[in-house]
């Protein structure tokens, strides 16, 4: 069983930046993809950035791409979410996932691909 652990949410206003991280533990060392997803009060839960590390590579969803980046510390078994212009329609609960097994890329941004999530953490953009 893997555990996954978000922080770094939190209020700020439009044009700010915030960094979320997602700590794994338990069986950590079988992960070979991690996500990150966000969903807004009323509104399905949507894919905002993965990334793979056994055939390294790196996805984003056109809302976020040039503003948010993701990147790893695998010695400390740690994703990140650096987000920056951020704006009120990036307001939502954001999640870490992850799959029991590698998947391929077309799968990334797909929800239903991953097996592990955290419990979220809350970001509000004011305008």
């Known amino acids: 069983q893997v555990q996954l652990v978000e922080s770094g949410g939190g209020s700020v206003q439009a044009g700010g930046s915030l960094r979320l991280s997602c700590v794994a533990s338990?069986?950590?060392?079988?992960?070979?993809?991690m996500g990150w997803f966000r969903q807004a009060p009323g509104k399905e839960r949507e894919f905002v950035a993965a990334i793979r590390w056994s055939s390294p590579y790196i996805a984003y969803s056109d809302s976020v791409k040039g503003r948010f980046t993701i990147s790893r510390n695998g010695a400390q078994n740690t994703v990140y979410l650096q987000m920056d212009t951020l704006n009120a329609e990036d307001t939502a609960v954001y999640y870490c996932a992850a799959p029991a097994r590698n998947i391929i890329v077309s799968s990334l941004g797909n929800p239903g691909a991953y097996d592990y999530w955290g419990q979220g953490t809350q970001v509000t953009v004011s305008s």
């Open positions: 338990g069986r950590s060392r079988s992960l070979t993809v």
